[in-house]
């Protein structure tokens, strides 16, 4: 597609409950990156993928969260028994190689009630 | 760990006034980009700094990266009603992934 497409937009979830955030990157970008937002705060960075291989998690906020991209392409990040302070919008974003230019997707907004 | 920070945390302009944010990193950087998002929405990239001292230009947007490379600024001159919006700076230390300042809201009265 012509950018990042993410899905759902928005989710609701309850305390407890699985989510799974999808990403689909611009064609042909190697790169891909997850990020969270809280409110009125910047992107705090998740994870990267280059293709398929799962560079750096380090910023995976605890063993809850997980992320695949087993095809080198859609991304999924997959948050186990949300918690409430899991609230906040999952950017996902994809680029060349070279990693120059950075392309965000919209968000997946999720609160947990 | 690398830390980014940027001030001011807010500004609020009258429509034609400048608008100056800077971002400084605790660590060396070897490349600095600036993001825009606007309310409700999703940075958008605007530029990227890579040479010590480097200064860029968009239109009425100029963009600067420190001498010594831990620090940078986004200077807007006459600022538009559409300059709304938060800016960040997102720093990289050498291979590791871009680690995103706190932005810097800005208003602008018409």
């Known amino acids: 597609g012509a950018g990042v497409s993410q899905s759902p937009r928005y989710k609701v979830a309850k305390r407890g409950q699985d989510v799974a955030l999808r990403c689909d990157p611009i064609?042909?970008?190697?790169?891909l990156f997850w990020y969270q937002q809280a409110l009125g705060q910047g992107p705090e960075f998740l994870t990267y993928?280059?293709?398929?291989?799962?560079?750096?998690k380090s910023g995976l906020p605890s063993d809850r969260f997980f992320a695949e991209r087993p095809e080198g392409s859609v991304s999924t990040l997959k948050i186990q028994r949300t918690q409430q302070e899991d609230s906040a919008v999952y950017l996902c974003?994809?680029?060349?190689?070279?990693?120059?230019?950075?392309?965000f997707g919209e968000g997946s907004w999720l609160t947990v009630v | 760990g690398q830390q980014v920070m940027q001030i001011p945390q807010y500004q609020h302009v009258q429509e034609g006034e400048d608008f100056t944010t800077y971002c400084n990193s605790s660590?060396?950087?070897?490349?600095i980009q600036w993001y825009k998002q606007r309310p409700g929405g999703h940075p958008v990239f605007l530029i990227q700094?890579?040479?010590?001292?480097e200064v860029k230009k968009q239109k009425r947007l100029t963009f600067q990266f420190g001498e010594a490379k831990k620090n940078s600024s986004l200077h807007i001159t006459a600022t538009q009603t559409t300059d709304v919006g938060t800016y960040f700076c997102?720093?990289?230390?050498?291979?590791?992934?871009?680690?995103f300042g706190p932005g810097t809201r800005l208003s602008v009265l018409p």
């Open positions: 974003a994809s680029s060349s190689l070279t990693g120059n230019t950075i392309y």
């Open positions: 064609s042909g970008h190697v790169s």
């Open positions: 993928f280059q293709n398929e291989a799962q560079l750096d």
């Open positions: 660590t060396t950087l070897s490349n």
């Open positions: 700094l890579v040479k010590s001292g």
């Open positions: 997102a720093g990289r230390n050498y291979g590791q992934n871009f680690v």
